[in-house]
């Protein structure tokens, strides 16, 4: 709480001198800008801990960010952008304010440019939002997709982008990355080291206005704690429709882990907005892996949930959500993590408000 107090005040700060400094700077602040949001929520379960969210109740999980974006001319591009996630009892999540992006663009046309540093992953839809917060009807988007066991949110290294045109009001969006990230670990604080990783993803922009199919693959090598580098290779694809009220989103991940064996999830999320302010969001995700244990074969049910969100926009900055949970698997946290347990199901709400600017 400290910490999150510290970094308001220097949000606030920050805010308070380059209004001064406007005064002083105008050509220069005109190609300088400041964004970011504060995602603060309520959570608690009905039975066991999960997400790091314990049956007691905590008011210890939020998400909130700070961008920094310099833009000399229309080439170039500077961003940086400092992250604070916590969620609860979980180790995942720090205390500390890290640097979640740090990257150079360089545009070279409309159509091809180039990113180096740390850059936002482009997988599916909510990677490269920068945080659910403002983009996402949930308070985070669907875990089994998004587990950062298997994907990351960014990527220190390289990517390129590039846009074509197509037939019959068809557009693609193509990006090519090669570099390296870290990737999470059950119940346990430190990461393990992504390295050699590679991949693309496409984006089809449908003639349907709103409506856009996504696909793409990496590989990438990665060091556990203990024993050799196993070798991930990993497919998704996406389907987002945004049709005046509705909003459907679904996607699918699926990867072989090497010797740790295959992973499976995926999700499919409807909305209606109601009014221009009220809108509610029903998800349905699953995950699954198979591994083989002395020559046997085993389906481990990790994960299968339910959620759904009331959506109230107090103004177009401010956003409060309502959103109640059940899950069913093995990812209660109360308990060491057995894939040979019988999955147990929790039930678990979240109420939070994000302010954004």
Sequence with gaps: M???QRLVTVVLSLLVAVSAAAQTLPNWLSHFSVHGYVSQAYAVSEKHQIFGIPSDGTT???DLALQFRYDPNRAN???VQLRQQRFGESQRGSDSVELDWAFYQRHFNDHFSLKAGRIPLPLGIFNEAGGAAMTSPFFRPAYEFYDREYTSK???????SLSLPGPRRWSFDVDGYYGRWALEQWNRSDEVDAKNAYGAQVWANTPIDGVRIGAGAYRCDVDPP???TVDYVMLHGSVDADLDRWRFSTEYLSGNLDRYGTYRAGYAQVGYQFTTRFSVHARRSVSRMNVTVNGHHLHVPLSEGTGLSFNYAATPSILFKLEGHT????LRED???????QPSQTRYVIASVVASF
């Design 2 to 4: 400290v910490v999150f």
């Design 77 to 79: 591009t500077v961003v």
């Design 327 to 330: 899950n069913d698997g093995l």
């Design 60 to 62: 210890d999980y939020r």
């Design 154 to 160: 960014t990527l220190d290294g390289a990517l390129a």
């Design 335 to 341: 308990v060491p993590r057995n894939i040979y347990a």
């Design 226 to 228: 203990v024993g050799v």
